[in-house]
């Protein structure tokens, strides 16, 4: 410790800041980022994996309809809430919001045969009676996030008029696979999922991981300059490793959603031709009649424009509304430019929705 | 904290701009490259029997991390099965009490205003646009 300290003392001054800054050598980098995921929340209800949670008010009064986030079924959902001040939920809450949110949970052997019936047919309809019954309404809003936005959406096309859905907000929702030029040729007739999931069961996280990663080649070694460049700025370096962390936190694909993610979406593009059927029922989206949000990044590079336009262009909503912001597929929900630009457009166009 | 007296001008602007610009170029450039079908279906064969010879060496190394009583990933793999078990219990044991205690609020008025605290009225209304 005294031959670092030395050290330090002995470096020129911009660098020995910046170590200073980042605590190093004697810094926990875990302990930079924080811990994530802290609104206060609680369980209120769980099925296999999944665990649904009601966020406490932090307002004296709140809006009528109650909000359920639906995440991703790949990433863990705390990048919705990551750290005081940095957290799309705490920022839903202080505008009044009564906010559940959707865990899926890590999905193990026992669940490969796990079906997208399975999370949108009866999960997915049990949160919803849930919150309803825990709010005492008769209507939600719901909110939901990449894959997540995919399968409310599928719900919301399926139930039609039937489904208790005040107000439907997608965030970066991939609802055209032929606009996933990337994962489409990548997972074409050539791609054997059978194979990977005889050996796996469900799709490994690191598997999810290095896909997404695939589809920006030079992004994490250009993080990594980019954290370089900008190493004086303590919030950047905690912002850097709280994403960091998020990103290789991926959860495994469930394998029975996987093989139907592949075949009926990437290959078949069957919601946007109509054809795809789930439980008997094919799922339209001009069922769709509620008011519709759908926010997409600017630049996007894992649900790319093409791959989401079709929402709103082919929902039957008449109130329906397509907003694109600056930033990508993360920087959409969470960070810096989110809190000033997604979260305030979101909040304007909700409240409205929600007396 | 914002980045000191920084202008377009500062050589430092001007380095992380290009690089954020070159960076974008760079990435669509390779990612075009991979959508190609020539270069997909290879590198999808490729990646399968990297895959294979991964499998070969997890099967090997299982074997000799064993001899020498040490866990391998597949061991570390249903340890994480477990704790992902009794994760969900205790997840199930919380929603439980939740829903205990929403029963007893009812029942108990002593009960029934910490409930009432956590659940704010719903009057809110968005604020006019003058």
Request: glycine share 6%.
């Given at each position: 410790m005294r031959s670092a300290q030395a050290l330090l003392g002995a470096l020129p001054h911009p660098v020995q800041r910046t170590l200073e800054r980042l605590g190093l050598p004697a810094a926990d980098l875990a302990a930079l980022s924080g811990p994530l995921g802290v609104t206060p929340k609680e369980t209120i209800y769980t099925q296999g994996t999944?665990?649904?949670?009601?966020?406490r008010p932090q307002c004296d009064s709140v809006y009528r309809v109650p909000v359920l986030i639906v995440t991703s079924l790949v990433n863990q959902p705390y990048i919705l809430d990551l750290v005081p001040g940095q957290s799309m939920v705490e920022f839903l809450l202080k505008r009044g919001f009564d906010v559940y949110m959707i865990e899926w949970g890590r999905p193990r052997k026992e669940h490969q045969n796990l079906c997208l019936e399975d999370h949108v047919l009866d999960r997915l309809p049990a949160c919803v009676k849930q919150v309803l019954s825990h709010s005492g309404q008769k209507e939600l809003?719901?909110?939901?996030?990449?894959?997540?936005?995919?399968?409310?959406?599928?719900?919301?096309?399926?139930?039609?008029r039937r489904a208790p859905l005040k107000n439907l907000v997608c965030m970066a929702a991939p609802v055209n696979s032929d606009g996933l030029q990337s994962l489409k040729a990548w997972m074409g007739p050539n791609f054997d999922e059978e194979a990977l999931l005889a050996r796996h069961g469900n799709v490994p996280a690191e598997w999810v991981q290095n896909a997404l990663r695939a589809l920006r080649p030079l992004g994490k070694m250009?993080?990594?300059?980019s954290l370089l460049n900008?190493?004086?700025?303590?919030?950047?370096?905690?912002s850097h490793l709280r994403m960091g962390r998020w990103e290789t936190d991926n959860i495994p694909f469930p394998g029975g959603v996987f093989r139907q993610m592949v075949r009926d979406f990437l290959r078949g593009n069957a919601l946007v031709r109509g054809t795809w059927s789930l439980g008997g029922h094919t799922a339209d989206l001009a069922a769709i009649e509620v008011p519709l949000l759908h926010l997409l990044a600017q630049d996007d590079h894992v649900t790319p424009y093409g791959s989401s336009r079709d929402l709103v262009l082919r929902a039957g909503?008449?109130?329906?509304?397509?907003?694109?912001?600056?930033g990508g597929h993360v920087g959409l929900v969470a960070g810096r430019g989110a809190e000033l630009r997604?979260?305030?457009a979101l909040d304007a166009w909700l409240s409205l929705r929600s007396v | 904290m914002p980045s000191r007296d920084f202008n377009a001008l500062s050589p430092v602007q001007i380095w992380r701009d290009w690089f954020v610009q070159?960076?974008?170029?760079?990435?669509?450039?390779?990612?075009?490259?991979?959508k190609d079908p020539r270069v997909g279906e290879p590198?999808?064969?490729q990646l399968s029997e990297v895959q294979f010879m991964h499998r070969q060496f997890a099967e090997f190394a299982q074997a000799s991390l064993a001899s020498f009583n040490l866990p391998s990933r597949s061991d570390l793999e249903v340890l994480d099965e477990r704790m992902g078990r009794l994760e969900d219990g205790l997840a199930q044991v919380a929603a439980a009490l939740s829903d205990l205690r929403r029963t007893l609020a009812a029942r108990s008025p002593a009960l029934a205003a910490d409930e009432q605290a956590a659940r704010p009225a719903r009057t809110r209304r968005p604020a006019q646009k003058d």
């Open positions: 999944l665990k649904l949670h009601h966020f809003s719901i909110i939901a996030y990449c894959i997540g936005g995919l399968l409310a959406v599928l719900w919301a096309a399926l139930a039609g250009a993080g990594a300059l900008q190493a004086d700025q303590t919030e950047v370096v905690r909503s008449r109130d329906k509304q397509e907003l694109i912001v600056k997604m979260w305030p | 070159c960076e974008s170029q760079w990435s669509e450039a390779l990612t075009q490259l991979l590198l999808n064969r």
